[in-house]
């Protein structure tokens, strides 16, 4: 039931339904081949005095990923994260084989919301809120997730994927790096 009204708050209306359409487009987003998600999520969860997990690194990620590459034949990686430099500092991790789906233009909040409050003024709500939106949808259309359960884009990607019958938290498609989320 709550995957049904995840799926109902986050429906896209026409512009944002444009821009993923645009952005899947801009990736080269597969048609049919399955995409694994990946949400790496640091900033405030993992800096900062409010820090409330370690940090997983990119290969522990992959590791995961990788069970998916070889027991289904994905080869598309989508990759969202709010860590600014994630793939110049960790992006040898992502096997040579795989197809990265990661915009590198994207704006990402460094260090999250403690970020946030300091630089409030020259911060751009509506663009952070629609890139948001766009990569929980397109987290929650993979065929495969890999993240942290705890956080929110992970949780409500995965609950949204239910409600789409693609994802089911805790199931074969799911693979948490929190154990205790399952």
């Known amino acids: 039931m709550l995957s049904q009204i995840m799926r109902y708050l986050f429906k896209p209306n026409a512009f944002m339904k444009a821009v993923i359409e645009r952005h899947k487009k801009e990736l080269g987003w597969p048609a049919v081949a399955p995409v694994i998600g990946i949400h790496v999520r640091r900033g ?3 800096h900062g005095p409010k820090a409330e997990a370690k940090p997983h690194h990119l290969s522990e990620y992959m590791q995961h990923a990788d069970r998916f590459m070889r027991s289904h034949g994905a080869r598309h990686i989508y990759i969202s994260t709010d860590e600014p430099k994630l793939l110049d500092e960790e992006g ?3 096997p ?8 590198r ?7 999250g919301s403690g970020w946030l409050a300091s630089n409030h003024k020259s911060f751009n709500r509506t663009a952070e809120a629609t ?6 949808w397109l987290l929650s259309h ?4 890999v ?8 949780r409500a990607s995965v609950l949204i994927g239910t409600g789409h019958g693609i994802l089911e938290v805790c199931s074969n498609a799911v693979s948490a790096l929190c154990p205790q989320c399952c």
């Open 44 to 46: 405030d969860k993992v």
């Open 92 to 94: 040898a991790a992502v």
């Open 131 to 136: 890139n948001a939106i766009r990569n929980i």
């Open 105 to 111: 233009r994207e704006y990402r909040v460094p260090e």
């Open 147 to 154: 993240g942290t359960i705890s956080s929110f884009f992970g």
């Open 96 to 103: 040579k084989s795989a197809a990265l789906l990661f915009d």
């Open 142 to 145: 993979c065929d495969f997730f």
